[in-house]
Structures are given as structure tokens and as C-alpha cells.
């Protein structure tokens, strides 16, 4: 899929999460909420940072190219070490190590792990990451441009700085579902393994298919493409994903952020 319906379908999912914490008796602070799905909506495009086209990878300038080299050689050598007699030959990462369920728990734990031993400053650095990759991705073709480029990582420097200060407020969520001393912020990790896992998933519906199991081999194939029947697929950025799939994500995110907030 696209980066807006990839964006899309993490928010949705994030707050149907929400809906789902609430009438399991945990319910989110509204913070939790919206920091969770601002955070979910920019991790579902982490995944493409094996492809060196995709939104991740001028999200952070020079940088963020060079990271996408660097995991797309790291995906393309992981593949070509584990790939079994039925996976076929391949030139580029793309679509392999980082669209796979260990990597979206490994990323995810990493993230929880760095919240809760980094402090305040790692809080920052998780939540600024996360929302100059939703704003891209919600705001796709508002975003384009090295001007455009700069007032998005304004922005989101400042809404992170404020998100935090709200968060850490008593009761607003920094302990939210891990309550223990010293697990503020240990949720953290959460939107992000559904993010990634939710861009799998929507891959996963396209004509290639996503590699989600792997390294779980199926028949003679370690990536094994996993997806729906031939016929339910769809080719990314057509009509289905345009006119079917966006607007379903927003109704969705909007029912699931009402149940959240016990509106309905």
C-alpha cells in the first residue's frame, strides 16, 4: 500500500486498540490515545526503510537515505543467508527482513526498552521520530518539497515537546497499563509493533504479498509471501485501496476513537 493508507490504518488501529483497553477496563488517558496513534500512524512506514523510494526515506534528509542503504543491504544479505530452494532470487531487500513479526517485536521492545532507560530526552526522540513520519504519511502530498521538509520537523519538534510535558502529568498516561517504579513510558513499544505489523498486513492484501511469517519456512519457502486469494488482491495506490480501504480506515479510527473515549 501507499504511505497515506499505510498511516492511515495505524491510527485506525491504535484507537480501536483504545476502544478495546476501554471496555476491557483499561482505559486510555486521552493523551495515551492520541500520542498512540500519531506514534502508530508514523510507525506503519517504518517498514519501507528497506526501500530507498519510499516516504521514510527523505523524511529525515541525508540521513534518513543513508539509513535506508544501510537496512536495504542488511535485508538483501538476511534474505540471500536464509532463503530456501523455493524462495526465488532476488536483487534488493526490499520487502523481506523488516516486513517480517521478529522485526515489528524487536523494534517495538528496543523502543520500550530505550523509553524507560533513556528518560525524558529518549521519550522526546521516540515521540519527534514518530510524528514527522505521520505528518508525512497523513499529509502525504502537503509534505513534498526540502522547505515543506523543515516546517514538518518544526512541528513536530514542538508537538512532541508538548505531548510529553502533557503525558507526564499524574494521570495522564505515562503509566498507562504498566504501573510498576520505573515502567513509565514501557507502552511505548506497543504502537509501534502494531504499526509495523499493520503495514504487513496491508502489504500483505497487494499482488506480492509480505513475507509477515518469516522465519517460520513454509513448504520450500522461508519467505513465504503470505496474502488472500489471487483474485482479493489489489495493486498499491488503485482504486480499492483510494476508494474502499482509505475511507474505511477513517470511519473505523472514528468509531474506535468514540468507543475509546466512552462517547458511544
Not at 483504545?18 to 495515551?32: D, I, K, Q, S
Not at 513499544?189 to 509495523?196: E, Q, S, T, Y
Not at 479510527?253 to 468507543?259: F, H, K, R, Y
Request: with cysteine; aromatic share 8%.
Amino acid at each position: 500500500m501507499m504511505g497515506p493508507a499505510h498511516s492511515l490504518s495505524g491510527a485506525a488501529a491504535w484507537l480501536g486498540v483504545g476502544a478495546a483497553a476501554a471496555a476491557a477496563g483499561h482505559t486510555m488517558p486521552w493523551p495515551v490515545l492520541l500520542a498512540g496513534a500519531l506514534i502508530c500512524a508514523g510507525a506503519a512506514l517504518a517498514p519501507d526503510l528497506d526501500h530507498k523510494a519510499a516516504t521514510i526515506s527523505r523524511a529525515f534528509g541525508p540521513l534518513s537515505r543513508w539509513l535506508c542503504e544501510i537496512v536495504d543491504k542488511l535485508s538483501y544479505a538476511v534474505y540471500k543467508g536464509t532463503r530456501k530452494p523455493g524462495d526465488p532470487r532476488r536483487s534488493g531487500g526490499h520487502r523481506t527482513l523488516t516486513h517480517t513479526w521478529l522485526w515489528a517485536v524487536l523494534i517495538g521492545g528496543g523502543t520500550s526498552a530505550l523509553a524507560i532507560t533513556g528518560g525524558r530526552w529518549a521519550v522526546l526522540v521516540i515521540l519527534f521520530v514518530h510524528l514527522v513520519l505521520a505528518i508525512e504519511g497523513l499529509l502525504w502530498r502537503a509534505t513534498r518539497g526540502s522547505s515543506a521538509d523543515v516546517l514538518v520537523w518544526l512541528l513536530a519538534a514542538t508537538s512532541a515537546w508538548i505531548l510529553a510535558g502533557v503525558l507526564d502529568k499524574p494521570g495522564n498516561g505515562a503509566d498507562w497499563l504498566f504501573t510498576a517504579p520505573g515502567q513509565e513510558y514501557l507502552w511505548l513499544g506497543l504502537p509501534i509493533v502494531l504499526g509495523a505489523l499493520v503495514h504487513d498486513i496491508g502489504d500483505a492484501l497487494t499482488v506480492s504479498g509480505c513475507p509477515i511469517l518469516w522465519p517460520i519456512p513454509i513448504g520450500r519457502k522461508r519467505w513465504y509471501p503470505v496474502g488472500p486469494p489471487g483474485p482479493m488482491r489489489f495493486r498499491a495506490g488503485s482504486w480499492v485501496e483510494l476508494r474502499v480501504l482509505m475511507p474505511a480506515f477513517m470511519v473505523l479510527g472514528g468509531v474506535g476513537c468514540a468507543a475509546a473515549l466512552n462517547v458511544i
